[in-house]
């Protein structure tokens, strides 16, 4: 960890939101209610150094997808910075965001929606190059041909369809059109969720090798915890918009100190059919992100909660080196728990 704050970040985050203004209609004017806002992402911050994979985890709706979008400007924010190598991307115009759209990118989570079902391959890749001019006409066929090879894919693949592809295959297009541009950092969204448990190994170690291979950083998002573990530099937890907690991906798997990490670690599947777990993993519904509660947002399905914690928000303050955590009681949550916690079964 070190070695990483010595380093400065390629990608610093600071403060960064996102709302949804929701219910803004008609009958909203008529009533003169004020409309309601969806806290998507809700103050995050964070720091990605070079040739770092960021792992970002929490379950469906936590705000990890939003975030990523957030940090390409995919998705305007509400507030916050995004600075990368120093640049606030977020105060460029419309002109210089294009230009550094080259050095960001994204891998979409669904490869069968991803990719225009009327192009070719050849067409798909070639269009990229052609319209930032990342090589000359003579060069686009022969560029073409070297980013499939890059992703493992056969030279004739060039003037097939997606449909004509499974989808691990396609995700390795997909893959191929963001390398294209020869990014510095790449935001893949759950890039393995929707391919089959036996290709998404292949996935994930072709982005390992690309990763070395190419001096790639990788904001990689998921919501798998062995995905995760095996692709991951440091992780961060997500809950409800806001990041409970981050630390290096051994720390955090072996010593979690945040009650919501423990419970995602405890509903993971294990492989072992042996294995019998006399605890209890997380239960209940995350509160509305219409009406989050107040103070801590996890205290609603927290074993550890207090008054103090629904009352007043935990800041996200360090434990130790590199060790992240935004808990009231993280000196209380254990790991394992033993079977005299709330936890327990």
């Not at 990605?48 to 705000?63: D, H, R, T």
């Not at 069968?112 to 990229?128: A, F, I, K």
């Amino acid at each position: 960890m070190n070695d990483l704050r010595a380093v400065p970040p390629i990608l610093e985050v600071k403060g960064l939101s996102k709302r949804y203004v929701m219910n803004a209609g008609f009958w909203q004017q008529l009533t003169r209610r004020p409309p309601d806002l969806l806290h998507a992402v809700d103050d995050v911050s964070l720091r990605i150094a070079p040739g770092e994979i960021f792992g970002l985890v929490g379950e469906s709706g936590s705000g990890k997808s939003t975030l990523g979008r957030c940090l390409l400007r995919l998705v305007e924010p509400t507030a916050g910075q995004v600075l990368f190598r120093g640049v606030d991307i977020l105060q460029l115009p419309r002109a210089q965001m294009q230009g550094m759209r080259r050095k960001l990118q994204i891998i979409f989570q669904d490869p069968y929606s991803s990719l225009n079902p009327r192009m070719t391959v050849r067409q798909m890749l070639g269009e990229v190059l052609a319209v930032h001019r990342l090589c000359p006409p003579h060069r686009v066929e022969a560029r073409v041909r070297e980013l499939l090879h890059l992703v493992g894919l056969p030279a004739d693949a060039v003037d097939r369809f997606p449909r004509h592809f499974s989808g691990g295959q396609r995700q390795r297009i997909g893959i191929a059109r963001a390398l294209a541009m020869e990014p510095e950092f790449i935001v893949a969204d759950e890039p393995v969720s929707a391919v089959d448990v036996s290709i998404q190994a292949q996935v994930l170690n072709l982005l390992i090798d690309l990763k070395a291979q190419l001096g790639l950083t990788m904001l990689f998002i998921a919501h798998d915890l062995s995905v995760v573990q095996h692709i991951s530099t440091r992780v961060g937890v997500m809950y409800m918009g806001k990041l409970v907690e981050m630390a290096p991906r051994r720390l955090l798997f072996s010593q979690p100190r945040h009650p919501y990490t423990q419970g995602l670690l405890l509903a993971a599947p294990q492989p072992d059919p042996f294995h019998h777990s006399t605890r209890v993993a997380l239960e209940g519904e995350p509160p509305s992100p219409l009406h989050p509660p107040a103070g801590c947002r996890f205290h609603t399905r927290c074993p550890l909660a207090s008054d103090r914690c629904r009352q007043a928000p935990p800041p996200l303050q360090e434990i130790g080196e590199g060790h992240w955590v935004a808990c009231h009681h993280h000196d209380l949550a254990v790991w394992p728990p033993p079977a005299a916690t709330p936890w327990a079964a």
